[in-house]
């Protein structure tokens, strides 16, 4: 009987417990009955395990202590959901515990167990039972009692798995949702066959195999038995900071993201720190949480959307974390890191929303920077689109006012040559590059452009997340905002008065060009009704409706 586990284990039990989770990932999804469009649990935990199953394959390692901060670190950046990052959090404590030891007996790997559950615990700010915290933390005190008394890896291993199958079978009278769907927490299923598998290999039943299999995601799931009135925060809400300071104390971020959402869990490493909020203002979530770092990367996905989506039988569109961007970042930067000039001029372009996207790409942009409202693209994100761009000279647009500075750092930091222009809005950038001439000369350029943008205005209609009172108007959470070049207009309780406001607005530009950009969480019919009312009073100007798929703001409307 094995009496350590060694370096060459600990990555075996590892690897096998990914496969383990790759064959089992429908039966786990099969579970999930919580409203929770941003990915099924069996897939969440399955492409997080992913992560470190990918990167302990591509060395070997000399002691326990490396192999557990590979996948500690691994899992942090590939943690997907709330049942991958609380994962990761269990693997963040285990690797603490196992820092500087070369081979884990039975106390220090039940000790490590500890410690990852200890850590997740204290991640979570409102930790709920019946779930994967539970069946870990029962798993793991049943480790520690039988590693007390003397009982060997193999046995502490089988306690745990004992002890955590119990309490699985008990999340079915802990929680109320998991009792009226009659199934158990997928979460905690999951946990169970990583620790299930990692005992197998250790006693030598599984071996590891010789290539991974690719994990097919679903496109469907049974989230027919709750409503969208279930879901009280709207914003899934997914972000990796990286740390100033490695010490730096969480706490007070923890305590401000739980009371403006929930499902909160924060997981983190010496380097770097990944959240996932359920929020109604993921905007404030993302400015406080720069005070303790430089975000990298960030997504927010609107919950009863996709859950209206799911009902009606409509493909999803989620990117369900990060992981995918992060792959795309990984790959681009494998690639050259300046692209020739191949032409004279190149355009980069900041903007939200696959409409969006796709109208700048049309006009002609090169390279767009996925960022905008609560998204603010850093200047590294834009200096890797820059120099992505196969011109000798790059126009940016940044589209946004607190964009603009970012995009102005570029300028030294690249070999070519860029000229950012100030444009504040998305339609104004749309507008500009309407008036991009290749054949024209620089000079000629940045003056035309800088006209044509300054002659627009642009009216913004999104939504109040909070109760206040700005600029002498009395707002309410949840009614519509009404703002034409940034200046608010008021807040309203249903469109027909906004729009009637804005028309009123309007008659002082005397417009002749009117867009309306609908967003991501307006459908079609409802766009063209809103553009009906403003071309009803303005008969005389050209009208357009457009898809622009933008988040946070139902309409961008572009005034000329």
């Known amino acids: ?292 770092g430089t975000l990298e990367l960030a997504k927010i996905e609107n919950m009863r959307t996709q859950h209206e989506d799911l009902l009606a039988g409509k493909h999803v569109q989620s990117t369900d974390d990060l992981d995918a961007i992060e792959a795309e970042l990984e790959a681009a930067e494998e690639e050259d890191a300046i692209a020739e000039a191949e032409k004279e001029f190149g355009i980069v372009a900041v903007c939200a929303g696959e409409g969006m996207k796709t109208l700048f790409q049309e006009l002609g942009a090169d390279r767009v920077v996925t960022g905008g409202q609560t998204m603010n693209p850093s200047t590294d994100d834009i200096l890797k689109e820059i120099n992505r761009t196969p011109a000798s000279t790059v126009f940016v647009f940044p589209n946004n006012k607190n964009i603009i500075m970012a995009a102005e750092q570029c300028i030294p930091l690249t070999e070519k040559k860029v000229i950012v222009m100030p444009t504040k809005t998305v339609p104004q950038g749309i507008t500009a590059l309407l008036n991009f001439n290749p054949d024209e000369s620089e000079e000629a350029l940045v003056e035309v452009m800088n006209e044509a943008a300054t002659n627009v205005h642009t009216a913004m209609i999104t939504y109040a997340a909070r109760d206040s009172d700005f600029g002498g108007h009395e707002i309410h959470a949840g009614e519509y905002l009404a703002l034409l070049d940034g200046a608010l207009i008021g807040s309203y309780s249903n469109e027909e008065d906004l729009f009637k406001q804005l028309n009123l607005a309007f008659e002082e530009l005397n417009p002749e060009f009117i867009t309306v950009y609908y967003g991501e969480n307006v459908d079609e019919a409802a766009a063209g009704k809103a553009a009906e009312s403003i071309g009803a009073c303005f008969p005389e100007a050209e009208l357009s409706v457009v898809n622009g798929g933008q988040p946070v703001y139902y309409y961008m409307i572009s005034i000329e």
């Open 1 to 292: 009987m094995r009496e350590y586990i060694n370096a060459v284990a600990l990555k075996d039990m590892i690897l096998c417990a990914d496969a383990a989770l790759r064959e089992n990932i429908q039966m786990v999804n099969d579970l999930n009955v919580f409203p929770v469009p941003d990915g099924d649990t069996g897939t969440n935990m399955g492409l997080t395990m992913e992560k470190a199953a990918t990167e302990l394959r591509k060395k070997n390692f000399d002691t326990v202590s490396a192999v557990a901060d590979c996948v500690s670190s691994a899992l942090l950046r590939g943690a997907r959901g709330n049942s991958g990052v609380i994962l990761s959090l269990l693997f963040r404590g285990i690797s603490k515990r196992l820092k500087g030891v070369e081979n884990a007996d039975a106390k220090i790997f039940a000790a490590a167990l500890h410690d990852g559950v200890d850590a997740a615990y204290k991640a979570v700010m409102k930790p709920t039972e019946g779930t994967i915290l539970t069946v870990s933390r029962l798993s793991a005190k049943a480790a520690v009692e039988a590693a007390n008394a003397g009982a060997s890896i193999e046995n502490c291993l089988a306690c745990a798995i004992k002890a955590g199958q119990d309490a699985l079978d008990d999340t079915i009278n802990l929680n109320p949702v998991l009792k009226k769907a009659g199934v158990v927490d997928a979460g905690g299923k999951g946990y169970m066959i990583i620790l299930s598998a990692m005992l197998a290999s250790f006693v030598g039943e599984v071996s590891v195999p010789n290539e991974a299999q690719e994990i097919v995601i679903p496109t469907e799931t049974a989230f027919d038995v709750f409503d969208t009135a279930d879901i009280t925060y709207a914003f899934d809400t997914v972000f990796i900071v990286r740390k100033k300071d490695p010490d730096v104390d969480l706490e007070p971020l923890r305590k401000y993201l739980s009371s403006i959402g929930d499902s909160l869990v924060i997981g983190e490493d010496d380097e770097a720190f990944k959240v996932h909020v359920h929020t109604n203002i993921p905007g404030n979530a993302l400015n406080k949480a720069q005070k303790y």
